[in-house]
């Protein structure tokens, strides 16, 4: 089972419309979770990182909120833009080990209509 | 500035073919990585690299070799190519440990295997 679990799968919604991506883990201990943006074709952009302690970070438009307690983090987005369009992935970094490593998720594919 | 390029960007080889997939950065960053992603995976670390000479093995390191001679370099090789390989190959890089610094992807490479 995948420690990182991302819903939905695929989201089309039209321009100008809100959205809200989830994210779920079972990663534990961990020390902080991001946020990637991926365009088709292209590698991840990170879009926002939180640690265990923080419980919202934006950048412009969009805004992640994290719950370490229900492991349960969200990336909303705000007024929906064509270039929105994208793959959304949510990545927590697990530090059981001793040494870190980043848990991927499968990500959410975003399709925004005109 | 490039930052972090891949080359090539596309690739079909054959089974048991050599191989190898090129990353290039020109930030001086310490920290390298080669990541793989397949439909139904999140990425998944294969190697890394914390400095030039010091490389260590990711979640999914078998079939593959790396090597750092210079910091801006991070080569990936396929010793002998198999059709589970067809993947898209991502290089990133960071100014220090990840847990603290950000990652930068590269554009990717595909790479099918026949």
């Known amino acids: 089972k995948n420690q990182v679990e991302q819903s939905p799968q695929s989201l089309i919604i039209l321009e100008g419309k809100n959205c809200t991506l989830q994210?779920?883990?079972?990663?534990?201990?961990?020390?902080?979770l991001r946020w990637y943006k991926q365009d088709t074709g292209r590698g991840p952009v990170s879009l926002t990182i939180m640690t265990f302690s923080e419980n919202t970070k934006s950048n412009g438009r969009y805004t992640a909120t994290l719950d370490a307690d229900t492991k349960q983090s969200s990336l909303h987005i705000t007024a929906s833009q064509l270039s929105d369009s994208a793959s959304y992935i949510c990545v927590v970094t697990d530090t059981t080990s001793g040494t870190y490593k980043y848990i991927f998720g499968t990500g959410t594919r975003l399709k925004v209509l005109a | 500035d490039a930052g972090i390029t891949q080359s090539p960007r596309y690739k079909i080889t054959e089974t048991g073919r050599q191989v190898t997939l090129m990353c290039h950065q020109t930030w001086s960053h310490s920290y390298m990585f080669w990541y793989r992603q397949d439909l139904g995976h999140g990425l998944r670390l294969i190697y890394y690299?914390?400095?030039?000479?010091?490389?260590d093995k990711g979640e999914v390191p078998d079939g593959y070799v790396v090597s750092r001679s210079k910091t801006e370099n991070f080569p990936l090789t396929l010793e002998s190519a198999t059709r589970s390989q067809t993947s898209v190959y991502f290089c990133a890089s960071s100014e220090g440990q990840p847990l603290r610094y950000e990652q930068y992807f590269g554009p990717g490479t595909r790479l099918t295997v026949t």
């Open positions: 690299s914390a400095a030039a000479d010091i490389t």
């Open positions: 994210c779920n883990y079972t990663v534990s201990p961990f020390s902080n």
